[in-house]
């Protein structure tokens, strides 16, 4: 099954396309170097306010940015503590889990992300690829897929849904 996750929007940085993404390593240059240093900005700031929920959130879309995913998951989880329903932040911990491959987790997350805002596309849609291409659950994958093209047919995750759920092998 093909198929990649899809990230929320995220207000530290530009905003994604709601299309399925994937992460492309940081090449060097002037990007990964601002990048680098907004890393060590934000580590510097939190050293001085370590209850900066922001800059927790911050400081996490700038690690998964990096592919650092298991420290940027200390950072989303830190910030979901005080705000456990963001559906955003918890569809990130979750991709950011299941980039460290951590799968059941980042189902967990996927499903928290759903059961707070049943009409999070991405956390459907997410939920489907780690469902179906990691823990080889197909018919879990059809269901969070099937919420996909109901609610948002006309999506790029809806077209990459029906690309993927004819590969789907029923019984497995």
Same mark, same amino acid.
Request: proline fraction near 9%; avoid cysteine; aromatic fraction near 6%.
């Given at each position: 099954?093909?198929?990649?996750?899809?990230?929320?929007?995220?207000?530290?940085?530009?905003?994604?396309?709601?299309?399925?993404?994937?992460?492309?390593?940081?090449?060097?240059?002037?990007?990964?170097?601002?990048?680098?240093?907004?890393?060590?900005?934000? $580590?510097?700031?939190?050293?001085? =306010? *370590?209850?900066? /929920?922001? +800059? &927790?959130?911050? !400081? %996490?879309?700038? @690690?998964?940015?990096?592919?650092?995913?298991?420290?940027?998951?200390?950072?989303?989880?830190?910030?979901?503590?005080?705000?456990?329903?963001?559906?955003?932040?918890?569809?990130?911990?979750?991709?950011?889990?299941?980039?460290?491959?951590?799968?059941?987790?980042?189902?967990?997350?996927? $499903?928290?992300?759903?059961?707070? =805002? *049943?009409?999070? /596309?991405? +956390? &459907?849609?997410? !939920? %489907?690829?780690? @469902?179906?291409?990691?823990?080889?659950?197909?018919?879990?994958?059809?269901?969070?897929?099937?919420?996909?093209?109901?609610?948002?047919?006309?999506?790029?995750?809806?077209?990459?849904?029906?690309?993927?759920?004819?590969?789907?092998?029923?019984?497995?």
């Amino acid at each position: 099954v093909q198929g990649q996750l899809a990230g929320a929007s995220k207000p530290a940085s530009p905003p994604a396309a709601p299309s399925p993404f994937s992460l492309a390593a940081p090449q060097g240059g002037p990007g990964q170097l601002a990048l680098s240093q907004s890393i060590q900005q934000l $580590r510097d700031h939190l050293d001085h =306010a *370590p209850e900066d /929920l922001e +800059a &927790h959130l911050q !400081l %996490g879309n700038a @690690l998964f940015d990096s592919e650092s995913f298991t420290e940027a998951a200390v950072h989303y989880r830190l910030f979901l503590e005080q705000h456990p329903e963001n559906p955003d932040v918890r569809t990130d911990l979750g991709t950011a889990l299941h980039r460290s491959g951590l799968n059941e987790e980042a189902v967990r997350e996927f $499903r928290k992300a759903v059961e707070y =805002a *049943p009409r999070h /596309l991405n +956390a &459907h849609y997410n !939920l %489907g690829v780690v @469902l179906a291409n990691e823990l080889h659950d197909q018919a879990g994958a059809a269901q969070a897929w099937k919420q996909v093209l109901e609610l948002a047919p006309d999506s790029p995750q809806a077209t990459q849904v029906r690309l993927s759920m004819p590969q789907l092998q029923p019984g497995r």
